[in-house]
């Protein structure tokens, strides 16, 4: 289980990311880079991650027509990553047009289902279903497109074990509650014996007065 904890470095400040990153151990963890640091910083990142021995997880979340996608992939291809996301909402042939970019190639595709920010009031409005309703029917779309796995709340991964043929990738990770802009939350420990394959897992660890000290202590409980 030592690569099961992925940190989400989310920093728009070169300074501050690479303070987090020197801080991390990559026989302990991966790394996400989404949107935040991406946007800003660019493939400098990835490079500098990659250079330190961390295996990345790029999440983008991917959500358009599927040429579009398809063609956002191929660019991203060549850059040293082993995860990428896409929103599972897309479809089934933008889901397969991802699959097809990355033909040859050992990066696998993770569908989002249902954000960890949305509550069941959030999914009834949205999609007019409850989130467990919503995550189930994208499982069947992601099956059907063969993608690698799925990016689920701790709350539902019985759905995605239960199924048998989709990789787990688990936010909504915390030692305690917080009380912050996540709904569906599980510690690290349960998440694991619920069958998640990866964790996510950002302010635990990048917000902690020892970052090293927080991550070690995660990697302790789960292993």
Excluded: W
Excluded at 74 to 102: D, F, V, W
Aim: charged share 20%.
């Amino acid at each position: 289980m030592s690569k099961s904890i992925i940190v989400a470095i989310d920093e728009h400040d070169k300074a501050t990311f690479s303070r987090i990153l020197d801080s991390l151990d990559p026989n302990l963890c991966m790394v996400k880079i989404g949107s935040v640091s991406f946007n800003v910083l660019g493939h400098d990142i990835i490079y500098a991650a990659a250079d330190k021995g961390f295996d990345i997880f790029l999440d983008l979340k991917l959500h358009d027509i599927p040429n579009t996608v398809k063609k956002s992939i191929e660019g991203l291809s060549t850059l040293p990553i082993q995860m990428l996301t896409i929103h599972t909402s897309g479809g089934r042939l933008m889901m397969e047009s991802a699959m097809e970019a990355l033909k040859g190639t050992d990066i696998k595709v993770f569908g989002v289902t249902a954000l960890t920010s949305l509550s069941d009031a959030d999914t009834n409005q949205i999609y007019q279903r409850t989130a467990v309703d919503q995550v189930n029917a994208m499982l069947d779309i992601a099956e059907e497109a063969k993608i690698d796995g799925v990016v689920c709340s701790p709350h539902e991964l019985d759905l995605v074990t239960a199924r048998g043929s989709l990789l787990s990738i688990t936010p909504g990770i915390r030692l305690s509650d917080l009380n912050d802009d996540q709904t569906r939350v599980m510690t690290p420990k349960q998440a694991i014996d619920l069958g998640a394959n990866y964790l996510v897992i950002g302010r635990p660890i990048t917000g902690a007065d020892n970052i090293s000290e927080a991550l070690n202590a995660i990697y302790q409980s789960i292993n």
